[in-house]
């Protein structure tokens, strides 16, 4: 989820259990971590089982967010989230290109989350979407000061329909082929891959 409002946490989180899997919580408003992380912490109780990661802040240093304020945020919440009982891993998430361009955000995540779509590059077709994706972990591997920190793709896909992108072409069939070639791309590391 990408935020705690309309009862999210709740709702989706019972979901989860019910089909036992696990949620990856997103914390929207980075000025507003009290609420949300109280909000996590009164829908969990004290099991936090179901809970795989708790990502602070979805693309802000894409849209302009300075990369110490994001990392501020995550250090906060990190610190809130342990005295709540919260173990697991605190990232945020932004696009592959904020995080190559500025990979002190990796720096502060417990592992280096980026949403990815190879359909926004113009010169990558259906059939090289894998590709695309293992080519850039490795151009973003490259900029990190951990060159061995974990990177998971938090998301991946292709549109169904609408307009083009150069070589990106929306369809059915295009959408299967993308992600058959993204699944086949992270075979053996389906958990580094969300969908």
């Given at each position: 989820?990408?935020?705690v409002d ?13 089909h036992?899997m ?8 980075i ?7 109280s909000?996590?912490?009164q ?19 894409q849209a302009?967010q300075s990369?110490?304020?994001?990392m501020?945020?995550?250090?906060k919440?990190r610190?809130m ?6 173990n697991?891993?605190v990232?945020t ?8 361009n500025h ?9 280096c ?12 077709s259906?059939d ?9 972990i ?15 793709i938090?998301e991946a896909?292709w ?8 070589k990106?072409?929306p369809?059915?069939e ?5 992600v ?9 590391k ?5 969908l």
């Open positions: 989820t990408y935020g309309c009862d999210t946490t709740t709702n989706v989180l019972s979901a989860a259990k019910s036992g696990k949620l990856f919580q997103g914390i929207f408003d000025n507003d971590l009290d609420n949300s992380i909000k996590i912490t829908a969990v109780g004290s099991d936090w089982s179901h809970i795989h990661t708790i990502s602070v802040g979805n693309e802000l240093v302009g990369p110490a304020t994001v501020a945020a995550v250090s919440a610190s989230l342990r005295n709540a009982g919260y697991g891993p990232v998430v932004d696009t592959l290109v904020a995080a190559i990979p002190e955000i990796c720096n502060e995540s417990d592992y989350a980026v949403n990815s779509h190879p359909f926004f590059d113009p010169n990558t259906a090289q979407a894998g590709t695309f994706l293992t080519t850039q490795g151009n973003l591997r490259n900029s990190l000061n951990d060159r061995n920190q974990h990177i998971v938090t896909g549109p169904s329909r609408g307009d083009s992108n150069g990106a072409v369809s059915k295009n959408q299967a082929t993308a058959s070639a993204i699944k086949s791309a992270f075979s053996g389906e958990a580094d891959l969300t």
